[in-house]
């Protein structure tokens, strides 16, 4: 109001017009904050904060080259204006503008300097800050002034410490777990742990979940308010003080922060220390920073205890790997394949050509006119040359092979004419380019698929015949270095491709140009459009190998084509964010996936790329071994998740402080 009424008096006031506008993008009156900038700058083209105010918008939209053609004229005004450089920055990172690379990395770098020296919150958000060549003192730094700034918003309220009893009197001995999170519903986040609540063994803890979010009607948000035993919507509480009241009435134990400095966060309440012990969990790929932040639940590949000084918690380690997945849960129907191909003898089986999953394929591999062989591939393998092969080897992986015939080839002709589905012998045969026309909630993986549904590489442009590379992350997480890699690897291997996403559209472009720069020829990356969750992760079957990026890992993306049998090649860095992927790949069974070199990165691809035998027994590894080992099993993670919990009570019950838990169970 006090904008408006300064509006009224002066209308030609740019200032206000942007402060207001500033009010709106905090209320996320986005369209009304954006109205305001565009006048301010009507007003004053000169006015370099609303040229940036209106860059951020556009950021936070999606309109990456609207954001940046904002920055820029920002920058042109006022040239020292490290907000706008570092946003800028940002942008460009996000659609792989390369352009004087090492330059904008060295001058990202001494602003982030020059602001923590002087005491000054940084233009580098927490988030990006693993992206850019920083110290790890830098980054940890960048986080603390985050986590004060939480502080000081709620010293306004002038709140009393809460008591905090040292016994389970009152939950009559079970430890009660507060899990708060903006992102129950269709996110990434609910999509790896929404089974964990209803997993949890309710005679050892009792579970409460926080949504900072409204109820956005997915079966999602339903399937973790159904199964944990208390759930309350905090987005109908906006005060933190209250919020953080309610918390403590109900007696939380551990207080489990899932955003960090994500979008829809909430710190205040963990600044308010509602509960005793409050820990950072799977949400947010970094520290805190914050002092009320007492551990964060990690494992030892991810966060080895030589790295504890990022950190400004105390390591919690999980025994196999903090990550978790809830993909035997949400697809259900990759847990076997068949293949469509010749069953003739001598002829070279591809096992990711055209792919047919189904939560039960008997009807199709029962059908009397159907014939079918199946093709065993041993699943170990000595992890290097020269090493005998152990008695695993006698296990192997049996895959069905239908046979092209007359009634199979309706699949083919159902894909190369586009049609939605066919129907062989009463059985319903989906095309995997449809599941959103046949069913939303199985396009967003809500729900199992009903029918069978074939995947082909002829559905996405992928040659049949190639070695199949991929990497379906956002493009941001690639920079100069992992490309030139790719490139490398590909002009070793030359029957082969790499598969990329428009992650976004407008990176493409400037990822090919880099690449031809590098010396790659044309023709040899393919790109393809965002899919909804469950074509994302089925689609990974026809991948060969997933080249992981090592400046920031495939996180929910790496437990995505683990489950589709795909191998992953990861090279870990020292952040956590770059060590994810080593944790998921040592958890599954397959160390000899990880490399510790870019050169070893590689090697490890080409010969993966050259050597089809090699190939095939590491993919039938995988394949076997998503289903075996720990790495998607979420009972036994939600199982050990109460041990972790049951040594931080300990630890506080003895008036002990937080330690690093590190020690095996």
């Given amino acids: 109001m006090h904008y408006k009424e300064a509006i009224r008096i002066a209308p030609t006031f740019a200032d206000a017009y942007s402060n207001m ?25 000169a006015f370099a904060d609303a040229h940036s105010n209106l860059a951020s918008i556009h950021k936070d939209s999606g309109q990456i080259p609207e954001a940046i053609a904002s920055y820029r004229t920002a920058l042109k005004l006022k040239p020292d204006f490290p907000d706008a450089y570092c946003n800028l920055a940002h942008c460009l990172q996000i659609v792989c503008d390369w352009t004087d690379y090492n330059a904008r990395m060295k001058k990202l770098v001494a602003i982030v300097a020059d602001q923590l020296d002087k005491n000054r919150l940084p233009s580098v958000h927490p988030h990006h800050s693993m992206l850019y060549p920083l110290s790890h003192a830098f980054r940890k730094a960048i986080a603390a002034r985050h986590g004060n700034l939480c ?39 609910s999509h790896l742990m929404q089974s964990i609540p209803g997993f949890h063994n309710k005679e050892n803890v009792e579970v409460f979940c926080y949504a900072l979010s409204p109820d956005d009607g997915t079966t999602f948000r339903g399937k973790i308010e159904k199964e944990s035993e208390h759930f309350i ?42 509960a005793p012990i409050q820990s950072m969990w799977l949400g947010y790929p970094g520290t805190s920073g914050a002092s009320f932040m007492d551990y964060l639940i990690t494992d030892v590949i991810t966060s080895p205890l030589e790295q504890a000084d990022q950190y400004s918690e105390k390591l919690a380690y999980m025994p196999n790997t903090f990550f978790v997945g809830d993909h035997a849960q949400m697809f259900p129907h990759l847990k076997e394949r068949a293949v469509l191909g010749t069953t003739s003898s001598g002829v070279k089986i591809i096992d990711n050509k055209s792919v047919i999953n189904a939560t039960d394929l008997k009807p199709v591999l029962e059908m009397q006119d159907i014939k079918i062989k199946k093709e065993t591939v041993p699943l170990h393998l000595p992890l290097t040359n020269g090493d005998s092969a152990s008695n695993d080897d006698e296990k192997v992986v049996e895959t069905p092979i239908i046979e092209i015939n007359t009634t199979t080839a309706q699949m083919q002709t159902m894909v190369t004419q586009g049609q939605v589905s066919t129907c062989m012998n009463g059985v319903v045969v989906q095309n995997g380019l449809a599941t959103s026309q046949v069913n939303n909630k199985a396009a967003t993986g809500e729900e199992p698929p009903a029918n069978v549904i074939v995947t082909t ?60 720069q590098m010396g790659l020829s044309p023709g040899r990356i393919i790109f393809s459009h965002v899919a909804p969750k469950e074509e994302h992760v089925r689609r990974g079957q026809l991948a060969d190998v997933c080249l992981d990026s090592p400046l920031c890992n495939g996180h929910t993306t790496g437990m995505d084509v683990l489950w589709a049998g795909t191998p992953m090649i990861t090279l870990p860095g020292e952040t956590l964010a770059s060590r994810v992927a080593a944790s998921q790949l040592n958890c599954l069974g397959c160390p000899e996936l990880v490399a510790y070199t870019r050169a070893e990165y590689e090697d490890i691809a080409v010969r993966l790329g050259n050597d089809a035998d090699y190939l095939r027994r590491i993919r039938a590894k995988v394949w076997k071994l998503r289903r075996t080992s720990p790495l998607f099993d979420c009972h036994q993670y939600a199982l050990d998740m109460e041990r972790l919990y049951r040594r931080m009570w300990a630890r506080y019950e003895k008036g002990l402080p937080a330690d690093h838990i590190t020690e095996p169970f």
């Fill in 21 to 45: 506008g500033n009010a709106l993008k905090e209320m996320q009156d986005i369209q009304g904050a954006m109205q305001c900038y565009t006048r301010a700058i009507q007003i004053n083209p």
């Fill in 151 to 189: 502080l000081e918003k709620i010293n306004v309220l002038h709140k009393p410490p809460y008591d905090h009893p040292k016994d389970l009197v009152a939950s009559k001995g079970r430890l009660r777990i507060g899990y708060i999170s903006s992102d129950f519903g269709n996110h990434p986040t």
């Fill in 233 to 274: 919507d905090l987005s109908q509480i906006p005060c933190n003080g209250k919020a953080a009241d309610r918390i403590h009435q109900d007696g939380i134990q551990i207080l489990v922060n899932m955003n960090g400095y994500t979008k829809g966060a909430r710190n205040e309440i963990f600044a308010l220390r509602p």
């Fill in 457 to 516: 590489r002829v559905q996405y442009g992928l040659p049949e015949d190639s070695v199949v590379y991929c990497n379906f992350n956002q493009l941001y997480k690639i920079d100069p270095a992992t490309l030139q890699m790719w490139v490398n690897i590909l002009n070793r291997v030359h029957n082969s491709v790499l598969w990329l996403l428009r992650f976004p559209a407008v990176g493409e472009q400037n990822v090919l140009n880099a690449a031809t």
